[in-house]
Nanobody, 120 residues
Framework: QVQLVESGGGLVQPGGSLRLSCAAS????????MGWYRQSPGKERELVAGITNGGSTIYADSVKGRFTISRDNAKNTVYLQMNSLKPDDTAVYSC??????????????WGKGTLVTVSS
């Protein structure tokens, strides 16, 4: 199977920066889109940013200009650089990947999430 492992979360002051990483491992033939989602208490999970295997990106309006998503296809890893962080960015950030395990088999996988807390 496929595992996604996030890292890089933590506590940061407002205005600070963090970089999240998500590495995919296991039985991987290829990875299509990868993305970061977040969920905070009492709110629905939302797409923060996504990136295709060709490098096309999409961002939530609330993070445009502050967050940057990138990926290293050779390492099966996606990153989220978060700058100018605000208390409203506090959430559990989870990685998602659309993975082909063979030419004929395709599934969607989630990491367990990493907590980002923005507070003074």
């Amino acid at each position: 199977q496929v595992q996604l492992v996030e890292s890089g979360g933590g506590l940061v002051q407002p205005g600070g920066s963090l970089r999240l990483s998500c590495a995919a491992s296991g039985s991987i033939f290829s990875i299509n889109a990868m993305g970061w989602y977040r969920q905070s208490p009492g709110k629905e999970r939302e797409l923060v940013a996504g990136i295709t295997n060709g490098g096309s990106t999409i961002y939530a309006d609330s993070v445009k200009g502050r967050f940057t998503i990138s990926r290293d296809n050779a390492k099966n890893t996606v990153y989220l650089q978060m700058n100018s962080l605000k208390p409203d960015d506090t959430a559990v950030y989870s990685c998602n990947a659309d993975v082909r395990t063979t030419v004929f088999h395709r599934n969607n996988y989630w990491g367990k999430g990493t907590l980002v807390t923005v507070s003074s």
